[in-house]
């Protein structure tokens, strides 16, 4: 009896320990299904490529990214790394779900490391998981053998989650994803939050005037090589280290049921070349434009015009339909029309706007009807001084302000088009 008890006693204390670890808690590392083909090929000895989803804390160089990669050809010498940058600053998962296939899985990557927690930040749940959800299918439909893992960064405002063994809402919205499918996941800003909370590690500021911390990064958020993105890079060879050792099955990753019926698994980029154009658009290359030379690790060609009333139509059926496109300081403003009965204005100048960025937008929609879209140029001037001006930026050369454009790179749909 007192055996039993004990038995009893124990288990009880493992199930309230296992209800305790809630996924909103913040581990290192929570395994799941590991990647177990990964560590297959590394022990093979074998030429592995891996893909960085993300946002501009992975398409940063010399950062976790680059490192994560020394870092594995150093520990594993017999095998041959390479890394595919797939990082779009300012972009979260609800862009990465359409970048996923071009970018990453048409390179046939053997392990893909997705990090949206920071971009999705202030995301209603509902939309990440839509997003996610499509990413993890996406890749799975493809190759069932290409092992993924998700990754949490962090940022200043983000910390104190952190700080309180907590995820921060974009992370747990995660978690819900990576639970349904198994996915492991990182959380690479942990140590960094423990660093902050016990004084040695400042968010913000410059190296040079801080000797005796650990300065995180200029601006709470794009971390130093040397200091932030070297403890990312810490941190994940810990926990890829323990993924290592994990005893797993080698069988092929399994498809189940949709954690959210609405996820966008469909979503793809389609070629300007399909849509209608009415007016005077400009097929723009590298060879010929200066904007189209700055975006051509972005878009292999560039339409544009300038001409208010312009527009690009398509006719399509599904979940949602946009435009990944260019903001910048000659970019204006287009007007969203769907079924000429909605009219929405999507502004492509913002207070970041002293440069030339890629950047996007997309409409969700009902799914259960056929719709047109028209992007039609607005003839309505952005006052951009002021809207420069929340940033504390001027215009310094007016020439480059001039115009009120706008550019096309490629259509977004989650659906199909019809003719």
């Known amino acids: 009896m007192k055996r039993y008890l004990l038995f009893f006693f124990l288990f009880l204390s493992g199930l ?28 093979a000895g074998k030429n ?54 071009p970018q990453i899985l048409d390179q046939k990557p053997d392990l893909v490391f997705v990090e949206f927690a920071v971009n999705d ?45 907590k995820l921060p809402p974009s992370a747990l919205a995660m978690e819900q994803i990576a639970e349904h499918y ?15 909370k016990e004084g040695t590690l400042l968010f913000k500021g410059k190296r040079e005037e801080h000797p005796d911390k650990i300065v995180f990064s200029p601006d709470n958020v794009h971390p130093y090589a040397e200091t932030g993105h070297a403890l ?49 658009w400009q097929v723009l290359t590298p060879e010929t434009d200066t904007v189209a030379r700055l975006m051509k690790n972005r878009f292999p060609r560039l339409l544009k015009s300038t001409q208010p009333g312009d527009y690009l139509q398509v006719r399509m059926k599904g979940q949602a339909c946009g435009l990944y496109d260019v903001m910048g300081p000659g970019c204006g403003q287009y007007v969203l029309e769907l079924d000429q009965d909605y009219q929405q204005k999507i502004d492509r100048f913002d ?19 056929e719709h047109t879209f028209r992007f039609r140029v607005s003839g309505e001037k952005l006052d951009k001084a002021k809207i420069l001006k929340a ?5 310094d050369d007016t020439r480059r302000y001039e115009e009120n454009a706008c550019y096309a790179g490629q259509l977004l749909l989650v659906g199909e088009l019809i003719p």
Not at 391 to 395: F, S
């Open 232 to 280: 990312y890079a810490e941190a994940l060879g810990e926990a890829l280290q323990q993924l290592s050792s994990q005893k797993t099955t080698l069988k092929a990753h399994v498809i189940p049921k949709p954690y959210v019926a609405d996820h966008w698994e469909a979503a793809r980029m389609v070629p300007f070349e399909q849509l209608k154009r009415q007016g005077n």
């Open 351 to 369: 207070a970041y706007c002293t440069y030339y960025r890629s950047n996007f937008f997309v409409l969700p929609i009902d799914p259960q009807k």
């Open 48 to 101: 592995l490529t891996i893909g960085y989803l993300g946002g501009s804390i992975t398409e940063a160089g010399k950062g976790w990214r680059e490192q994560s990669v020394q870092g594995l050809q150093k520990r594993y010498p017999k095998a041959q790394f390479s890394g595919i940058n797939a990082g779009v600053g300012g972009t979260g998962s609800d862009l990465g779900v359409f970048r996923v296939q």
């Open 391 to 395: 940033r504390n930026e001027t215009i």
């Open 16 to 43: 309230v320990g296992a209800q305790s670890d809630s996924l909103e808690n913040a581990r290192l590392l929570r395994p799941r299904q590991g990647l177990p083909f990964f560590f297959q090929k590394i022990k």
């Open 182 to 196: 198994g996915v492991p996941s990182v959380c690479m800003g942990l140590k960094v939050a423990a660093l902050a």
């Open 121 to 165: 930040n202030g995301k209603k749940p509902e939309q990440i998981y839509r997003a996610m959800e499509g990413i993890v299918r996406k890749i799975w439909r493809q190759n069932p053998q290409i092992d993924i893992c998700f990754v949490y960064t962090i940022t200043a405002d983000l910390a104190p989650y952190f700080q309180r063994g």
